[in-house]
């Protein structure tokens, strides 16, 4: 009796381990070589949405857009006149920060937008280009209303917003760009 | 005395203790597991990204779905006339872009429409992929750039 007990002990399955470590070396040399770490970065948008057939854009009155004209040859037009790519940051936030003193200029930073406006033949390396200037503007706006909020920079006081929170910053001065269809 | 003494530093066993080293493995493999997204498709157009400074990074690489628009490799080496790609085709008919990407949207409704444009493209079919991005209701896009350069 005492002999069966012995015995059945003796069969107990175990499971080889010691190879493990190399199977678990090899899935992990695998996914190391398969890895990209690089992070997309871009500019992000958000398009219009769709218009129905009768429906009209909503007006915007004329002093509240900033009008933004490329050509083929990457040359920019503000408002109608003659501009480099580095002008644009300056009039962008002069527009924006108006506050409805300057009469060509927006009334407030919630009605101010900034439209750009190419042609079919513009590379979208000028493209970009012009709608970097634009974004940095903004951005720039941004850092100055969170150090107003006692925040180092615009990105530190975003990552103190959780997933609800309502962006503050960004509801005094909306990002609103309009990109209109390019003249053929 | 001396012998002993010897005996003693024969006894102690100097090896590493290997028993917790699948756990160290398996955790570095999870950690490439979850981070890696497998390139499952062939680029074939050039896509030479424009510069930016504005960037923002996406961190929700799940959400993301792209778009190539760039002069297409030829099997010589030459670029051919811009094409645009959506995984692994490139399309013919721009107007099909809705459908595709209508489908995509169901699948995934907090998609983002990554556009990975080379930068020698024309704005006009920039703007047509983008109208047939507004019929397919996909409305988050992101212009895909490179970090300006360091200045030398």
Request: one cysteine or more; a negative charge.
């Amino acid at each position: 009796m005492a002999g069966l007990l012995k015995k059945k002990k003796r069969q107990e399955a175990e499971i080889p381990t010691a190879s493990m470590a190399d199977i678990a070396f090899l899935l992990l040399i695998f996914f190391l070589v398969t890895t990209t770490i690089d992070v997309d970065t871009g500019i992000g948008m958000t398009l219009p949405p769709k218009l129905e057939e009768d429906q009209e854009p909503p007006p915007v009155r004329e002093r509240n857009m900033l009008k933004i004209l490329v050509n083929a040859q990457g040359q920019v037009l503000i408002e109608d006149e003659l501009a480099s790519v580095q002008q644009i940051r300056a009039e962008v936030k002069k527009h924006i920060t108006n506050n409805g003193v300057d009469p060509n200029y927006a009334e407030s930073p919630q009605k101010a937008v900034v439209s750009i406006k190419t042609d079919c033949e513009t590379s979208y390396n000028t493209y970009i280009q012009v709608l970097d200037e634009v974004w940095m503007a903004y951005f720039e706006l941004w850092d100055a209303e969170a150090r107003k909020l006692g925040y180092p920079n615009y990105n530190a006081y975003r990552a103190t917003l959780g997933p609800d929170d309502e962006n503050q910053i960004r509801k005094i001065i909306p990002a609103q760009i309009s990109v209109a269809e390019p003249d053929c | 005395m001396a012998s002993q003494h010897f005996k003693k530093k024969a006894e102690t066993k100097q090896g590493i203790p290997t028993a917790s080293l699948p756990d160290i493995i398996f955790m570095l493999l999870i950690f490439f597991m979850v981070s890696t997204v497998l390139r499952e498709t062939t680029v074939q157009v050039r896509t030479l990204l424009p510069r930016a400074e504005a960037l923002t990074k996406i961190d929700q690489k799940r959400l993301l779905s792209y778009i190539y628009i760039g002069p297409r490799k030829m099997p010589d080496g030459r670029l051919g006339e811009t094409r645009v790609q959506i995984d692994d085709a490139l399309i013919d008919d721009i107007t099909l872009i809705r459908t595709i990407m209508y489908n995509k949207l169901l699948e995934q409704p907090k998609l983002i429409v990554s556009l990975r444009i080379d930068q020698d493209a024309r704005m006009k079919l920039v703007y047509d992929v983008q109208q047939e991005l507004r019929e397919a209701g996909t409305l988050r896009i992101n212009y895909s750039a490179r970090p300006e350069a360091p200045a030398s």
